[in-house]
């Protein structure tokens, strides 16, 4: 398969962690704050299949609220692969967030198929941790503030057996994976599409003190749309 993740060596399984994102021509990663209006139905069958070969996919809050994400579904399409590979019938979600600033209301935490996960920092507010589990998800600490530490996020996640990680960003996301050195590849989707506008790139923050180089793994086309993917070297 075109996007299998990397088989895993001798010993204990590692950790791998890729990401899915899209791009205007002129960089912008959304379009009135959503990446679907620059997206194409190629794209978004790219998205499906990504989510179904990973165990869980890591998402940060401002995304969950901005795209108003809902649990992943199973495919009965991906049913037997992920039976064989050991995995359950969807992937779990891992929502990023020092606040905690959530709608425990929401499908994702009430009614997903495989309990959703928030990572935070070990100095989170009590009560909106207590709010969290108390909606049915899981917290796992990943940081030692309020915050979460990116290597702690992928170690903790290891620890609970997922090694086949999937980030959706986004932007302020993906870029402290990015600083943090514990991005492993990045599939980009090239829309053909020009915004201008002040909308944010598909990572932001502080840059890096030198910058991370890649290689390219595959290059698709369709309708003007590139489906790209690039590992780290």
Not at 83 to 101: F, R, T
Not at 115 to 133: C, F, I, K, S, Y
Not at 174 to 187: R, T
Request: with cysteine; aromatic share 6%.
């Amino acid at each position: 398969m075109a996007y299998a993740y990397p088989a895993p060596g001798p010993g204990e399984p590692q950790p791998w962690l890729r990401a899915n994102m899209v791009s205007t021509l002129d960089g912008a990663a959304q379009h009135d704050g959503r990446s679907q209006p620059i997206s194409t139905a190629t794209d978004m069958r790219i998205f499906g299949t990504l989510r179904a070969l990973a165990d869980v996919v890591i998402v940060g809050a401002e995304t969950v609220r901005q795209e108003g994400y809902r649990p992943a579904r199973a495919r009965a399409e991906f049913a037997g692969a992920r039976e064989a590979a050991g995995q359950g019938p969807a992937p779990a979600i891992a929502v990023i967030s020092a606040s905690l600033d959530l709608d425990f209301g929401l499908p994702l935490f009430t009614s997903p198929s495989v309990p959703t996960l928030v990572l935070t920092g070990a100095a989170a507010a009590p009560d909106r941790m207590a709010a969290a589990e108390k909606a049915g998800a899981r917290v796992v600490i990943a940081g030692d503030g309020v915050g979460v530490d990116p290597v702690r996020v992928v170690q903790a996640l290891a620890e609970l057996g997922h090694t086949r990680l999937l980030t959706e960003g986004g932007p302020r996301l993906l870029g402290q994976l990015v600083a943090s050195g514990v991005l492993d590849e990045l599939c980009l989707t090239i829309s053909p599409m020009l915004t201008a506008g002040d909308a944010q790139r598909i990572a932001g923050g502080p840059s890096v003190a030198v910058p991370k180089r890649f290689e390219l793994v595959s290059l698709l086309e369709e309708e003007g749309f590139l489906f790209s993917r690039y590992r780290r070297t």
